[in-house]
């Protein structure tokens, strides 16, 4: 099922946004006044569903699932997840259509936030093409120099890669660890017996730091050293644990290699704070401007003068 901050997405950018700017070259001839984009929904394609009067097209599916974070794109294909996205278009077509009908499309304030929105929206995508993807094509050349300045950052912690099996009773952990003892597959113990929600997955836990477990549990985890070593009975608020160690990794520094994708994200932070406000007057200084009201002038001048004496102190 989709979230409901995807279902937002979905409403507000799909359809509002991305949906809306589309109206045809005669219309924008046509307008007087500020260009406000279209909220109609795009043509194109086969008509695959209507709300009222209005035909919504195979394109205005095909934007909202363009629409849909990285996180969904495997789902772009999946029947379900495009039923739910053309049931939310028809939706908000409906909302759409009622609004229209109130009026609000004319409101000013309703106008005001429109172009707002949109030159926001035209800011943002200015910022992406002259600084974001710049920075996204960063190699290792950068990115290794970056990683040594900063390695106290990447410090890793002792953690341990374990299995367990939960049980309710002393008495049952007791007979499960002797099998154990004389050869059992802890794997198969754990699927059958363990009560955790572990269970399906042979009891395994991945990586955890000490600090991610309860104290019994991460003493008795952290005191095992050899891939294979089982602990005893473990009691905690749980129940009582049997532990198994499939690997034991000491605090160390990272590697650039481990770590890469975190550093280029890092970097990535780093560099756009520090290039927004240089990207930002290098716009200004291509638009030159000038305060023309005189209230306004001296406390312009006195802002701007602030602004310099921050930038030249960063």
Same mark, same amino acid.
């Given at each position: 099922?989709?979230?409901?901050?995807?279902?937002?997405?979905?409403?507000?950018?799909?359809?509002?946004?991305?949906?809306?700017?589309?109206?045809?070259?005669?219309?924008?001839?046509?307008?007087?006044?500020?260009?406000?984009?279209?909220?109609?929904?795009?043509?194109?394609?086969?008509?695959?569903?209507?709300?009222?009067?209005?035909?919504?097209?195979?394109?205005?599916?095909?934007?909202?699932?363009?629409?849909?974070?990285?996180?969904?794109?495997?789902?772009?294909?999946?029947?379900?997840?495009?039923?739910?996205?053309?049931?939310?278009?028809?939706?908000?077509?409906?909302?759409?259509?009622?609004?229209?009908?109130?009026?609000?499309?004319?409101?000013?304030?309703?106008?005001?936030?429109?172009?707002?929105?949109?030159?926001?929206?035209?800011?943002?995508?200015?910022?992406?093409?002259?600084?974001?993807?710049?920075?996204?094509?960063?190699?290792?050349?950068?990115?290794?120099?970056?990683?040594?300045?900063?390695?106290?950052?990447?410090?890793?912690?002792?953690?341990?890669?374990? *299995?367990?099996?939960?049980?309710?009773? !002393?008495?049952? +952990?007791?007979?499960?660890?002797? $099998?154990? &003892?004389?050869?059992? %597959? /802890?794997?198969?113990?754990?699927?059958?017996?363990?009560?955790?929600?572990?269970?399906?997955?042979?009891?395994?836990?991945?990586?955890?730091?000490?600090?991610?477990?309860?104290?019994?549990?991460?003493?008795?985890?952290?005191?095992?050293?050899?891939?294979?070593?089982?602990?005893?009975?473990?009691?905690?608020?749980?129940?009582?644990?049997?532990? *198994?160690?499939?690997?034991?990794?000491? !605090?160390?520094? +990272?590697?650039?290699?481990?770590? $890469?994708? &975190?550093?280029?994200? %890092? /970097?990535?932070?780093?560099?756009?704070?520090?290039?927004?406000?240089?990207?930002?007057?290098?716009?200004?200084?291509?638009?030159?401007?000038?305060?023309?009201?005189?209230?306004?002038?001296?406390?312009?001048?006195?802002?701007?003068?602030?602004?310099?004496?921050?930038?030249?102190?960063?």
């Amino acid at each position: 099922m989709l979230t409901m901050n995807v279902r937002v997405l979905v409403l507000a950018a799909a359809v509002l946004t991305a949906a809306g700017c589309s109206s045809t070259p005669s219309e924008q001839k046509a307008a007087t006044g500020p260009t406000l984009p279209s909220l109609e929904l795009p043509s194109g394609g086969k008509i695959i569903a209507k709300v009222g009067d209005k035909e919504i097209s195979e394109q205005a599916l095909t934007d909202a699932l363009a629409s849909l974070p990285p996180t969904m794109a495997a789902q772009v294909d999946n029947p379900m997840v495009k039923a739910q996205l053309l049931d939310q278009l028809m939706t908000m077509e409906a909302i759409f259509q009622e609004a229209k009908a109130k009026g609000l499309d004319l409101d000013p304030t309703i106008q005001r936030q429109m172009r707002r929105a949109a030159r926001s929206a035209m800011a943002q995508a200015l910022f992406e093409q002259d600084v974001r993807k710049s920075l996204e094509a960063t190699g290792d050349d950068e990115l290794k120099p970056w990683f040594e300045q900063h390695a106290d950052r990447y410090n890793e912690p002792e953690k341990v890669h374990a *299995r367990h099996i939960l049980v309710t009773t !002393a008495g049952e +952990a007791k007979i499960i660890l002797a $099998r154990l &003892k004389k050869g059992a %597959d /802890f794997v198969e113990e754990a699927k059958t017996h363990s009560t955790g929600p572990s269970a399906p997955q042979g009891g395994d836990l991945g990586f955890f730091t000490h600090d991610q477990m309860v104290p019994e549990f991460a003493d008795a985890a952290f005191a095992l050293k050899n891939p294979g070593d089982l602990s005893g009975v473990v009691k905690s608020q749980f129940g009582y644990h049997i532990i *198994r160690l499939e690997e034991h990794v000491e !605090a160390h520094q +990272a590697s650039f290699e481990e770590v $890469r994708d &975190k550093v280029k994200q %890092d /970097f990535i932070q780093s560099e756009q704070n520090r290039r927004t406000q240089t990207w930002m007057q290098s716009v200004r200084d291509a638009h030159p401007s000038v305060v023309l009201d005189e209230s306004l002038k001296a406390a312009a001048d006195q802002h701007s003068a602030q602004q310099s004496a921050e930038d030249q102190a960063q």
